[in-house]
């Protein structure tokens, strides 16, 4: 097998909780508790799970933005784990980020055209000022932009246009690979299908990979290769997109799968509703950390036992005890 563009091994990621008031929950955090995934080159890895499950961590965590509190990663091959920030900066340029709110993300003192063009200076992409013209110009009507827009604000432009500038801004320094995440929750519907679109066009034309997280399952479906389903820092399920949606093996993904309107009434599902909230990642319920809510859950079995996520067809993975 080739090397995977992005590989995670056994990432880990505890927020510690501070001291104050509420000083005898004293613990952390477990945003993100063992991870393994690969994102091959050119393949979208689709992420979604309920809000709070860890996976803007992991995006973050992927990036190396934030530093893990055990496991690696490798991008391209080399370990980033460690590596010093004069010596990761090179292939910081390689992995970029897409956030769901561009208005939050885009600083507001700036034009467009400075946006687009700071990572190429950063970089020393450019070596004159017709040159970075030239470039921010192309990129912006590569992401359906005009050139003009160059010179105003992003308080200027709609949720669809400041998302297009966030993707111009990401396209700029020629990454191989784009943490998107959640890029159209916050878009109007009649806008997201447009976004999605531009940036499945763009990985076609560019070769690149993403990790796309979204809470929509429909937008997932459409986008992804393969879709990991994260629970309170854990995949609890990875597969093809069509495996994983035509059938989930993990209760958790049937009862989110069974949330979504599906447009075909053969094929309409038994809504399986998810009782209660997500438990709180600073103290897991033992076992199965899902049992809990589970509609399946064995006693003597599932509260007591981590399920390991382990292969129940080829290419298909599902921590779960009872998944077959
Ligand atoms: N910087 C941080 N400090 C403390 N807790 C955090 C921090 N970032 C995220 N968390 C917590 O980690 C968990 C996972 O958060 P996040 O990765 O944002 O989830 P998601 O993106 O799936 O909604 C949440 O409980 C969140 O409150
Ligand atoms: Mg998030």
């Known amino acids: 097998m080739s090397d995977p563009?992005?590989?995670?091994?056994?990432?880990?990621?505890?927020?510690?909780?501070?001291?104050?008031?509420?000083?005898?929950?004293?613990?952390?955090?477990?945003?993100?508790?063992?991870?393994?995934?690969?994102?091959?080159?050119?393949?979208?890895?689709?992420?979604?799970?309920?809000?709070g499950c860890g996976k803007s961590t992991l995006g973050r965590?992927?990036?190396?933005?934030?530093?893990?509190?055990?496991?690696?990663?490798?991008?391209?091959?080399?370990?980033?784990?460690?590596?010093?920030?004069?010596?990761?900066?090179?292939?910081?340029?390689?992995?970029?980020?897409?956030?769901?709110?561009?208005?939050?993300?885009?600083?507001?003192?700036?034009?467009?055209?400075?946006?687009?063009?700071?990572?190429?200076?950063?970089?020393?992409?450019?070596?004159?000022?017709?040159?970075?013209?030239?470039r921010v110009e192309a990129l912006l009507r590569r992401v359906g932009l005009r050139p003009e827009h160059a010179r105003r604000y992003p308080h200027e432009f709609s949720g669809g246009q400041r998302q297009r500038i966030g993707i111009a801004r990401a396209l700029a320094v020629e990454p191989r690979f784009i943490v998107c995440d959640e890029p159209v929750s916050a878009l109007d519907v009649s806008i997201q299908a447009q976004i999605v679109n531009l940036l499945k066009d763009l990985q076609e034309e560019l070769g690149l990979a993403y990790l796309f997280v979204a809470h929509d399952l429909n937008v997932v479906r459409v986008v992804s290769r393969r879709v990991a389903v994260m629970y309170l820092g854990r995949i609890v399920e990875l597969a093809d997109a069509g495996a994983l949606f035509d059938r989930p093996r993990h209760p958790y993904t049937e009862a989110l799968l069974s949330a979504?309107?599906?447009?075909?009434?053969?094929?309409?599902?038994?809504?399986?509703?998810?009782?209660?909230?997500?438990?709180?990642?600073?103290?897991?319920?033992?076992?199965?950390?899902?049992?809990?809510?589970?509609?399946?859950?064995?006693?003597?079995?599932?509260?007591?036992?981590?399920?390991?996520?382990?292969?129940?067809?080829?290419?298909?993975?599902?921590?779960?005890?009872?998944?077959?």
């Open 61 to 134: 965590l992927l990036l190396r933005l934030i530093e893990p509190t055990s496991g690696r990663v490798r991008f391209e091959g080399t370990d980033i784990t460690e590596l010093p920030e004069r010596r990761l900066r090179p292939l910081r340029r390689r992995m970029q980020i897409v956030f769901q709110d561009p208005y939050a993300s885009l600083d507001p003192r700036m034009t467009v055209g400075q946006i687009v063009a700071e990572g190429l200076q950063i970089h020393r992409m450019v070596s004159s000022a017709s040159e970075r013209e030239a």
């Open 260 to 324: 979504v309107p599906v447009p075909d009434p053969e094929r309409r599902r038994l809504r399986i509703l998810l009782e209660g909230d997500v438990p709180s990642p600073v103290a897991p319920p033992p076992g199965c950390s899902f049992h809990p809510r589970c509609r399946k859950a064995r006693a003597g079995l599932c509260d007591v036992q981590v399920p390991p996520l382990r292969a129940v067809a080829p290419g298909h993975f599902a921590a779960c005890h009872l998944a077959e």
């Open 5 to 51: 563009l992005v590989e995670a091994t056994g990432l880990v990621k505890h927020f510690a909780l501070r001291r104050g008031l509420f000083s005898r929950a004293r613990g952390a955090v477990r945003a993100v508790d063992g991870v393994d995934l690969r994102v091959e080159a050119g393949e979208t890895v689709g992420l979604v799970g309920e809000s």
